[in-house]
């Protein structure tokens, strides 16, 4: 079978695969610079180190979108990467692309007994098929927290840590009444905005369980809680007590809670090896807030998991299903949460960061609140997205949002706005791939 799309139009070389002895060298694409970059250098000098047979290169082509733009240029001259990291809204492209090994199978292939289930829920669930197999294999994964300056909280009489959307405006009413200029600060992203403030809530972006059901969805967002929230985001920035990051002095929300300038912020838990490298002493962590009376789902995950291109031989497989086992030891997870703030993707590797010995560690505040987060029983819409085109969908998002932010249009015509525009791109979508099922 062939699929000449994903995107700027993947070929399918099929490989049959069979357990092979021979020693073999593979390259591995991965998406970051400073402090990230050298955490997963290590992971592959460590990998390098542990054992004789196999060798792993590791380089990083640039930011999320130039290695996927650059894996499909690869992958169409027949010189792709064995493995490559790609960002998670680009899973739905990869799973349709029919130019990947899907890593359940290539573990089965190799003789590699995993305990998918071991998997935490909220990363398995985002990469798996519908029968519940990995596609892909979770590796860099975070999801959203909340940060707050406790000295300045207390200072301002907020006693305990916002749990509800009504705590955080009172919170941020007492710290703009106690002088402090930037109360609360955003980027507006709308992985945060949208997806997980959805996610945690269990409400829909989109029918057919956010597009898991077939390409056919349509965008629902702009009624029910997203709406809600908008609204309160606007009223927010009206009274002051949420500011644009783009108004503070550094110009990133993160540096800005960092440097004592907010006194809280909403970021990913990969986030907090910058607010410690700042120096801040005070930072708290906590699950994000939540709409009083209604019950919490999980937050879904973000960052990106490891894809296997089709196109190698056999020992290059078997040599890429050593390096997944070396990956997935509870040990190395542990190591590479505690240098990038990124969660463990096992439960086992979780349990053994809960453990005394390593509750002691510090530094790992925002793994252990974002593993909690993930955990927590979700439903049908906190699964993990399958909608085409997300990477585009995100910047009509934040084009329209930002016109009504600067007065152009209502909050409510935005969204109505960006649902038609949404609806188009799921329709070309369709038709790139028409005819084409969800695994």
């Known amino acids: 079978m062939k699929r000449i799309v994903f995107i700027a139009g993947f070929v399918s070389i099929l490989t049959l695969t069979v357990p092979d002895a021979r020693a073999a060298s593979f390259d591995f694409w991965y998406s970051h610079t400073g402090?990230?970059?050298?955490?997963?250098?290590?992971?592959?000098d460590g990998f390098n180190a542990s054992q004789e047979r196999h060798r792993v290169h590791c380089t990083s082509p640039g930011t999320y979108e130039q290695t996927m733009q650059k894996t499909i240029a690869?992958?169409?001259?027949?010189?792709?990467?064995?493995?490559?990291e790609i960002y998670d809204i680009g899973t739905l492209d990869l799973m349709l692309s029919n130019a990947v090994y899907p890593v359940f199978q290539l573990m089965k292939?190799?003789?590699?007994?995993v305990d998918w289930r071991d998997y935490v829920s909220a990363a398995r669930s985002y990469y798996s098929t519908s029968a519940g197999d990995l596609y892909s294999l979770p590796f860099n994964t975070s999801t959203?927290?909340?940060?707050?300056?406790t000295a300045k909280l207390a200072a301002a009489g907020v006693k305990s840590v916002p749990q509800t959307w009504?705590?955080?405006?009172?919170?941020?009413?007492?710290l703009k009444a106690a002088g402090q200029t930037c109360p609360t600060v955003s980027d507006f992203n709308p992985w945060i905005m949208l997806e997980q403030i959805n996610a945690v809530q269990g409400e829909p972006l989109a029918t057919g369980s956010n597009g898991r059901a077939g390409?056919?969805?349509?965008?629902i967002f702009n009624a029910g809680i997203h709406r809600r929230f908008m609204h309160d985001i606007m009223r927010w920035r009206t009274r002051g007590l949420l500011i644009d990051a783009a108004a503070t002095r550094t110009g990133n929300q993160t540096l800005?809670?960092?440097?004592?300038?907010?006194?809280?912020?909403?970021?990913?838990?990969?986030?907090?090896g910058g607010i410690k490298a700042a120096g801040i002493v005070d930072a708290g962590v906590s699950l994000i807030p939540v709409y009083a009376g209604t019950v919490r789902h999980n937050t879904v995950t973000g960052g990106a998991s490891l894809w296997v291109m089709k196109g190698h031989d056999a020992a290059i497989y078997q040599a890429v299903a050593a390096f997944f086992d070396y990956l997935r030891q509870p040990q190395n997870q542990i190591a590479f949460a505690k240098k990038t703030g990124y969660v463990p993707v096992t439960k086992t590797a979780g349990r053994a960061l809960l453990t005394a010995d390593h509750a002691r560690i510090p530094g790992l505040e925002s793994v252990d609140v974002g593993l909690a987060s993930m955990s927590i029983a979700g439903n049908e819409y906190s699964q993990g997205i399958r909608l085409g085109f997300l990477p585009q969908f995100r910047h009509v998002w934040t084009e329209e949002i930002q016109k009504a932010f600067a007065g152009r249009q209502s909050i409510d015509k935005a969204l109505d706005r960006t649902k038609v525009r949404g609806d188009r791109l799921l329709r070309r979508f369709e038709e790139t791939y028409a005819g084409a099922k969800l695994p």
């Open 35 to 44: 402090p990230i970059a050298y955490a997963i250098q290590s992971l592959c």
């Open 74 to 84: 690869a992958y169409r001259a027949g010189k792709q990467p064995a493995v490559v």
């Open 109 to 113: 292939d190799n003789g590699r007994n």
């Open 144 to 149: 959203v927290v909340l940060y707050t300056n």
């Open 166 to 174: 009504d705590d955080f405006e009172a919170a941020a009413g007492k």
């Open 215 to 219: 390409l056919g969805a349509e965008y």
């Open 256 to 272: 800005a809670f960092a440097n004592g300038e907010c006194a809280m912020v909403i970021d990913a838990t990969s986030a907090w």
